[in-house]
């Protein structure tokens, strides 16, 4: 595969070849391969003069070297790390030029999964249910690309979140498949998620398959909790009538803390009559 357009796309494992021009002029000039990947600092993958110069530098996958009027790359068995950009680069003393820039794309193998299903419960949903999530993954097991067994997760929505939140992984028993007996059927494997549920787990739960690289997501089962309005009345009555007795009882303790102070103060002062009457007779 050659580069064209400056975009190339090949499928992983594949070998590729990038070319540069190369011109020779009255100066020496220096020509690189360079990538820039993502996250990492730039790469030297090869040098050459703009001469003809019968040097080739290897490493385990790249090879650099010349051709009449060109700079090749050549990168075998390729692999999703070589995605990046590789640039060719002409150096001239102090003077440096990009001469071409090639966005290389590395595909991996398509997901043998067809299908995501999720079914909603059929029966309404109360607080305290025992609730039970299917979700059923069509693969086609016959043209497999991938190697291992893909993996399966759970996530909620809420209302009040922006994204998803993690809530449960699958092991990778294999219980959950069912072995078809007709040819070129896709194979049925589900998986279920169980959970006593309470009013603050309404959401939107979504089923999502980890195969080949990607993640791939069911079409969501929206569990609305639903409340009873009989025992939602009652509660509020229940607590009305609880302020209410509150309310009641403070009123109750404020009179009688008045009246026993009112009596206080009225002891304190017969008290004090009574004494100065007596002082008044002895005097």
Same mark, same amino acid.
């Given at each position: 595969c050659t580069d064209d357009q400056n975009l190339v796309t090949v499928t992983v494992g594949q070998n590729v070849t990038l070319t540069c021009a190369r011109q020779t002029s009255l100066y020496q000039e220096t020509l690189f391969w360079i990538r820039l990947v993502s996250g990492n600092l730039p790469e030297v993958l090869g040098t050459t003069f703009n001469f003809d110069y019968d040097d080739v530098k290897k490493t385990p996958r790249f090879t650099a070297k010349q051709e009449p009027g060109s700079f090749l790359l050549n990168i075998s068995t390729?692999?999703?790390?070589?995605?990046?950009?590789?640039? $060719?680069?002409?150096?001239? =003393?102090?003077?440096?030029?990009?001469?071409?820039?090639?966005?290389?794309?590395?595909?991996? +193998?398509? %997901?043998?999964?067809?299908?995501?299903? =999720?079914? @909603? @419960?059929?029966?309404?949903?109360?607080?305290?249910?025992?609730?039970?999530? =299917?979700?059923?993954?069509? *693969?086609?097991?016959?043209?497999?690309? $991938?190697?291992?067994?893909?993996?399966?997760?759970?996530?909620?929505?809420?209302?009040?979140?922006?994204? %998803? &939140?993690?809530?449960?992984?699958?092991?990778?028993?294999?219980?959950?498949?069912?072995?078809?007996?007709? #040819?070129?059927? +896709?194979?049925?494997?589900?998986?279920?998620?169980?959970?006593?549920? &309470? &009013? *603050?787990? #309404?959401?939107?739960?979504? $089923?999502a398959v980890a195969t080949c690289g990607e993640i791939l997501f069911g079409n969501g089962t929206n569990l609305d909790i639903q409340v009873n309005m009989w025992d939602l009345k009652t509660a509020n009555t229940v607590l009305f009538l609880l302020c209410a007795a509150l309310a009641i009882s403070l009123i109750v303790i404020a009179f009688l803390i008045h009246t026993i102070k009112k009596k206080s103060c009225g002891c304190f002062n017969d008290g004090a009559t009574a004494s100065g009457d007596q002082q008044s007779q002895q005097v």
């Amino acid at each position: 595969c050659t580069d064209d357009q400056n975009l190339v796309t090949v499928t992983v494992g594949q070998n590729v070849t990038l070319t540069c021009a190369r011109q020779t002029s009255l100066y020496q000039e220096t020509l690189f391969w360079i990538r820039l990947v993502s996250g990492n600092l730039p790469e030297v993958l090869g040098t050459t003069f703009n001469f003809d110069y019968d040097d080739v530098k290897k490493t385990p996958r790249f090879t650099a070297k010349q051709e009449p009027g060109s700079f090749l790359l050549n990168i075998s068995t390729t692999e999703l790390s070589d995605t990046g950009v590789y640039y $060719c680069i002409k150096v001239d =003393q102090l003077d440096m030029k990009f001469v071409k820039g090639t966005f290389l794309r590395i595909k991996g +193998p398509e %997901p043998d999964i067809t299908a995501v299903i =999720q079914v @909603p @419960p059929s029966d309404p949903v109360r607080p305290g249910d025992s609730v039970t999530l =299917q979700c059923s993954v069509l *693969s086609d097991s016959e043209n497999r690309t $991938c190697p291992g067994d893909h993996s399966v997760y759970w996530f909620r929505a809420g209302s009040d979140e922006s994204h %998803p &939140s993690f809530i449960y992984a699958h092991g990778n028993s294999g219980d959950e498949c069912e072995k078809s007996l007709e #040819a070129r059927s +896709p194979q049925k494997c589900v998986y279920n998620f169980s959970k006593k549920v &309470s &009013s *603050s787990d #309404a959401g939107t739960y979504y $089923c999502a398959v980890a195969t080949c690289g990607e993640i791939l997501f069911g079409n969501g089962t929206n569990l609305d909790i639903q409340v009873n309005m009989w025992d939602l009345k009652t509660a509020n009555t229940v607590l009305f009538l609880l302020c209410a007795a509150l309310a009641i009882s403070l009123i109750v303790i404020a009179f009688l803390i008045h009246t026993i102070k009112k009596k206080s103060c009225g002891c304190f002062n017969d008290g004090a009559t009574a004494s100065g009457d007596q002082q008044s007779q002895q005097v």
